[in-house]
C-alpha cells in the first residue's frame, strides 16, 4: 500500500508563494496533484511523470504560476505557487498511479490515480 502525506498548506496573502509537499512511501511512476475548492469539484493541478520527470498541465494560467517537480529519490512531490490569489483557495491533494497511460491526458483524471493523500489546506485571504 502507498501512502501519501502532504504538507506546507497555510493561510497566505494574495501575491505569497507557497511551496507545498508530499512525501510518499514508495516511488511512483507518476505523481500529481488536485486541488478542491470549497463547494466545487476536485480539478485537477499538474502530474510528474516518468524517469525522466515530464511535467504535465491543463491550465495554462496554472503553468505560469507553478511549479511541479519531485526531489531525486522520487519520494517527495513538491508543488511551488507563485502570485497565489484568492480563487487558489483550496485543499491539495496529492495522488499516485503505477498505471501506464495511452496519452498524457490521463494524467489529468482522477481515475488513473491508484493512491491519495488527506490534503493540505491552501487558503489566500488578506
Known amino acids: 500500500q502507498v501512502r501519501l502525506v502532504e504538507s506546507g498548506g497555510r493561510l497566505v496573502r494574495p501575491g505569497d508563494s507557497l511551496r507545498i509537499s508530499c512525501v510518499v512511501s514508495q516511488r511512483t511512476h507518476t505523481m500529481g496533484w488536485f486541488r478542491q475548492a470549497p463547494g466545487k469539484e476536485r480539478k485537477f493541478v499538474a502530474a510528474?511523470?516518468?524517469?525522466?520527470?515530464?511535467?504535465?498541465f491543463e491550465d495554462s494560467s496554472l503553468k505560469g504560476r507553478f511549479t511541479i517537480s519531485r526531489n531525486g529519490a522520487k519520494d517527495i512531490l513538491m508543488l511551488d505557487m507563485n502570485d497565489l490569489q484568492p480563487e487558489d483557495t483550496a485543499i491539495y491533494t496529492c495522488?499516485?498511479?503505477?498505471?501506464?497511460?495511452?496519452?498524457?491526458?490521463?494524467?489529468?483524471?482522477?481515475?488513473?490515480?491508484?493512491?491519495w493523500g488527506q490534503g493540505t489546506q491552501v487558503t489566500v485571504s488578506s
Open positions: 495522488a499516485a498511479s503505477d498505471r501506464y497511460a495511452y496519452t498524457n491526458r490521463e494524467f489529468g483524471q482522477a481515475h488513473y490515480y491508484d493512491y
Open positions: 510528474i511523470s516518468g524517469s525522466e520527470d515530464s511535467t504535465y
